[in-house]
C-alpha cells in the first residue's frame, strides 16, 4: 500500500496559474514516515499565497490546506489510506515584481562580471524565488543561468533577460567595448606600393626609391631598437621566401604611434613579370612592445600578418581611446561645452590622403562617425568635432568627439581617402579599444 501511494502521487507546482518549468526548484515533494504516514514538504518563495489541493481520482480537487507562506519548508503529515491520493499546490506572489541591477558599464571584452537581480513584493524583498538568466548575443558575452555570471567576448550590445518561475521576464542592455589591454596583435600588411617608393623615401631609407612599400600594423606600440629588417620575412605566392632590405618606424612616431612598421624592399611582384605577389609576412626575431601589459611587455616574434592585396581598398587597421593623460595637447576647438570628450586615434592599413585634395581634415572629419553608446544599449552616430594629427605622411589620426556615453565603433563612407597608388577606401567600421 505505501509503494502504491508513493509510486502514485502526482505534485504539480504552479506559480500565478503557470506551470513551474523542470530547470527551476522543485516546489513539492514527499518522504516515507512510516507504513501509516508520508510527510509533504512544501518549499515556496516567501512570502507567497498558496493552496494545497488533493484529489484521488483526478476528476475532483479539494482543499487540502491554504495559507501564506513565511517560513519553509511548510510541512504535513498525511496518512495511509486504502485509495491512492494525489496533491497540488498553486501559489502566487501580491505585486510582484523582478529588476536587474544595473551591470557595469561598459564592460571589456575579457572581462567577468555578476548580474544582479531583485525580487519584491509590496516593496520588500521575495526570498527563495526561481530565477534564470539567459542572453540574445551569445557571440558578445556569455551568461551562466543560474548564477547570472557574465563573461565578455566580443564587442556590441547585447540583451540580458532575467525569467523568475511565473514567467515574468525583464530585460536589460548589456554594452561591451574591445579590450586594448587584451594581448598584442599583428594586424595587416598592406601591400601598398610596387617598385613605386618615391624620391622622398629616401629620407626613410637609403635605398628606398624605386622599391616596395609594405606597412604593417599591430595594436600596440613597439620598441623601436627591435624594429631591424632581420626580424621579418615576406612569403610570396609561390612560396618564396624574401629579405627586408630596410624596416623602420617613421613616419608614425609621434605620441601613441610606433605600431606601424614599414617595410621596404623587393618584397614580391604583382603588376610587373613574373607575376608573385606577396601573401604572408612573419615575425622571425624579438619584436617586444614597448607598452606595459599585465605581465611586462609582450614579445610578438612568430606572429603572422595576411598581406591585403595592392588592389584591395584601403581600410581601417586599428582604433582606440586615447586617455587624457597621454593627449599630449590641449582640446581642438569646437568641443561643445561642458560635455566629456574623448580622443580617438584612428590607425588605417596605409597612409591615406583625401581624394578631393582637402588638406584642412575637414573632409575626413565629416564623414566619419563614432558610435557613442549609452548604458540604455543604444548607439549614436556622432560627426567628430575636431580631427588632428594631420600632414605627416603616416597612418594615424586622431578624432575627437564630445557626449554622453561611450565611443563603441568608428565608420567613415567609402571613396572620402585614397592611399598612395590612388586607390579609394571602401565604406567601413571597427571596434574601439578601451584602456
Known amino acids: 500500500m505505501r509503494k502504491s501511494i508513493y509510486s502514485s502521487l502526482v505534485f504539480l507546482a504552479f506559480l500565478s496559474g503557470l506551470i513551474v518549468a523542470e530547470s527551476f526548484p522543485q516546489r513539492l515533494s514527499l518522504e516515507n514516515l512510516s507504513s501509516q504516514a508520508i510527510k509533504l514538504s512544501l518549499t515556496l518563495p516567501t512570502p507567497s499565497n498558496y493552496e494545497l489541493l488533493q484529489t484521488e481520482d483526478f476528476s475532483l480537487w479539494s482543499e487540502f490546506t491554504s495559507g501564506i507562506a513565511s517560513e519553509n519548508p511548510i510541512l504535513f503529515e498525511v496518512p495511509v489510506t486504502s485509495s491512492p491520493r494525489f496533491f497540488q499546490a498553486q501559489w502566487s506572489i501580491d505585486e510582484f515584481t523582478i529588476s536587474i541591477d544595473a551591470p557595469p558599464f561598459p564592460i571589456k571584452v575579457g572581462d567577468e562580471t555578476t548580474l544582479l537581480s531583485q525580487a519584491t513584493s509590496r516593496g520588500q524583498p521575495v526570498s527563495g524565488l526561481g530565477m534564470r538568466w539567459a542572453i540574445d548575443r551569445t557571440d558578445i558575452a556569455s551568461v551562466n543561468a543560474m548564477t547570472g555570471q557574465v563573461n565578455a567576448l566580443s564587442p556590441g550590445v547585447a540583451t540580458i533577460t532575467l525569467e523568475s518561475e511565473d514567467g515574468t521576464l525583464v530585460t536589460r542592455k548589456l554594452v561591451v567595448v574591445a579590450n586594448h589591454r587584451s594581448a598584442p596583435q ?12 618615391p624620391i622622398a623615401s629616401i629620407f626613410l631609407c637609403f635605398q628606398a626609391p624605386g622599391k616596395d612599400g609594405m606597412p604593417i600594423t599591430f595594436t600596440h606600440s613597439l620598441n623601436p631598437a627591435d624594429v631591424t629588417p632581420d626580424k621579418f620575412r615576406v612569403i610570396t605566392a609561390s612560396g618564396a621566401k624574401l629579405m627586408v632590405e630596410c624596416a623602420t618606424l617613421s613616419p608614425a612616431v609621434d605620441g601613441n604611434e610606433n605600431k606601424t612598421v614599414l617595410l ?48 584591395d581598398f584601403v581600410r581601417y587597421a586599428y582604433a582606440e581611446v586615447i586617455p587624457e593623460e597621454k593627449w599630449g595637447q590641449s582640446v581642438p576647438a569646437g568641443a561643445p561645452a561642458g560635455a566629456p570628450i574623448w580622443m580617438v586615434q584612428t590607425t588605417w592599413q596605409g597612409g591615406i590622403t583625401p581624394i578631393n ?31 588632428t594629427d594631420l600632414g605627416d605622411n603616416d597612418n594615424h589620426h586622431e578624432l575627437w568627439v564630445a557626449g554622453s556615453g561611450v565611443p563603441l565603433w568608428v565608420e567613415m563612407d567609402s571613396e572620402i581617402v585614397q592611399d598612395p597608388r590612388g586607390d579609394p577606401n571602401a565604406a567601413d567600421r571597427i571596434f574601439i579599444a578601451h584602456p
Request: net charge negative; hydrophobic share 40%; charged share 25%.
Open 186 to 197: 599583428a594586424l595587416y600588411a598592406f601591400f601598398g606600393l610596387d617598385d613605386a617608393l
Open 357 to 387: 585634395g582637402d588638406t584642412t581634415g575637414e573632409t575626413e572629419r565629416q564623414f566619419q562617425r563614432i558610435g557613442m553608446a549609452q548604458d540604455d544599449g543604444k548607439v549614436t552616430p556622432v560627426i567628430p568635432f575636431a580631427i
Open 264 to 311: 621596404i624592399g623587393d618584397l614580391g611582384n604583382e603588376q610587373v613579370d613574373p607575376i608573385d605577389p606577396p601573401r604572408k609576412v612573419l615575425v622571425v626575431g624579438d619584436l617586444f612592445t614597448a607598452e606595459d601589459q599585465p605581465g611586462g611587455p609582450q614579445n610578438l616574434v612568430g606572429a603572422e600578418l595576411e598581406v591585403v592585396s595592392l588592389f
